[in-house]
């Protein structure tokens, strides 16, 4: 499926490179929404790849969004405090919002106050839906890719995997912390592109299953369960890819 046309691979030497290119198709995808919709939607991704094009993103394209159009979800959250080192909105908040001075009501995050994380995925989702006016349509989804091939919150066998109606679940995960939030595939895949960031060895093996080996050996891994019809753009290391392509 990603060995297909609309698949775009870059792979760079360092994040730091690969970052940069993110950042360039980052605004590329947020002028083209503003010129076309008037506003630019996007989810952003947790972990720590990243950390570095949302450092790029402050540091040296401030200049380029008019960022007041530009409203900032979440692809999943960990169910913490905003205020925990593990939670996503934080990462994005220090390391982005923050400097860029994007308007409050701009900023959406996952909610995690809530004591039943399934009230929170409800909540969300009404959000969401009063946003895109019953249709998910993000103009671009950043999504990590974890070594067990999971994307968003979707890990291997987890009954959100085959979510068909709901557009956020909570999740319960074998990994900490446990629970979190997800966007579910449906909305993943309305997106009209889709940025894979992944660096490092450890996700070579994933990657080389979603570009080089046959669809039914892809399935093993959540994120070949990305299927949109907009672009889907895989940035690399040279480390994750197993050398230069
Ligand atoms: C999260 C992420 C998750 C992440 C992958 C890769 O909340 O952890 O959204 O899907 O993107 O686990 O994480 P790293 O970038 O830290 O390798």
Redesign the pocket.
Known sequence: MFNSQSTIVKVYRTLDELSHAAAEEFVRCAKEAIAQWGRFAVAL??????RTLYELLERDYAATIDWRRAHFFW????YVPHTDPQS?FRLAKETMLDALHIPVENIHPMPTHFSDPDEAAHEYEAELRFFFSGRPGFDLML?????DG????LFPGNSALREKKAWVVAVHAD?QPPV?LSLTLPVINAARNIFF????E??RHVIEAMLDHSEDEQQRYPVARVRTNGKVFFFLDEEARGGKR
């Not at 692809?75 to 960990?78: A, C, K, N, S």
């Not at 999504?143 to 070594?147: H, V």
């Not at 999971?150 to 919150?153: K, N, Q």
């Not at 960031?197 to 490092?200: C, E, S």
Request: net charge neutral; glycine share 22%.
């Open positions: 991704s947790g972990g720590n790849t990243p692809g999943d959250e960990r996503n999504q990590g890719i974890g070594t999971h994307t968003a919150s990994m979190r960031i992944a660096a490092g450890e996700k």
